[in-house]
T-cell receptor
């Protein structure tokens, strides 16, 4: 089954404790992206990757890191999480950019205390 | 730069009534436009998209949207609401690799 998977689905952590949210897709897509969803703000793009080893900032990259060492994986790293990073995070992938449909993962609900 | 404005954060309709969700965008280059739906505790699912060509786009579940360049709008409609349409709807604009979403509109359907 074609899908985007994220782990963990739920995470409660404390300020300053480094964490990684994994994202994997099995569709051989070139493009992957991370978003955060907050009430009243919709989804905002954090980082995206056009291909292996090629990443760029979205609209809200501060406090996040990403890497794309393999085509299928695109982990999101919070080196020193803060409470304002409490949010619902989605990973997505598409064949390329432009008009291609993005397929979304199920989401990761992160709470930073 | 690009941005999306969805008019109305909540819309309530009666079952069988017209659903109209408004979306306006700004973009410095011709954009690709999308509508996504999010059911409770789920990810986003594509309803429909506009790329080029025909300005009236038909999607899944009976939804359609019309691209009006002069009004920079991409409003979503469904002639007859069903209880299963209760969800949050997001309009999005994409240029090359960046995708920008509106704040979302929550639709409730009254029996």
């Amino acid at each position: 089954e074609a899908q985007v998977t994220q782990n963990p689905r739920y995470l409660i952590t404390v300020t300053g404790k480094k964490l990684t949210v994994t994202c994997s897709q099995n569709m051989n897509h070139e493009y992957m992206s991370w978003y955060r969803q907050d009430p009243g703000l919709g989804l905002r793009q954090i980082y995206y990757s056009m291909n292996v080893e090629v990443t760029d900032k979205g609209d809200v990259p501060e406090g996040y890191k990403v890497s794309r060492k393999e085509k299928r994986n695109f982990p999101l790293i919070l080196e020193s999480p803060s409470p304002n990073q409490t949010s619902l995070y989605f990973c997505a992938s598409s064949q390329f950019g432009g008009a291609d449909e993005q397929f979304f993962g199920p989401g990761t609900r992160l709470t930073v205390l | 730069a690009q941005s999306v404005t969805q008019l109305g954060s909540h819309v309530s309709v009666s079952e069988g009534a017209l659903v109209l969700l408004r979306c306006n965008y700004s973009s410095s280059v011709p954009p690709y436009l999308f509508w996504y739906v999010q059911y409770p505790n789920q990810g986003l699912q594509l309803l429909l998209k506009y790329t080029t060509g025909a300005t009236l786009v038909k999607g899944i579940n009976g939804f359609e949207a019309e691209f009006k360049k002069s009004e920079t709008s991409f409003h979503l409609t469904k002639p007859s609401a069903h209880m299963s349409d209760a969800a949050e709807y997001f309009c999005a604009v994409r240029t090359d690799y960046k995708l920008s979403f509106g704040a979302g509109t929550t639709v409730t359907v009254r029996a």
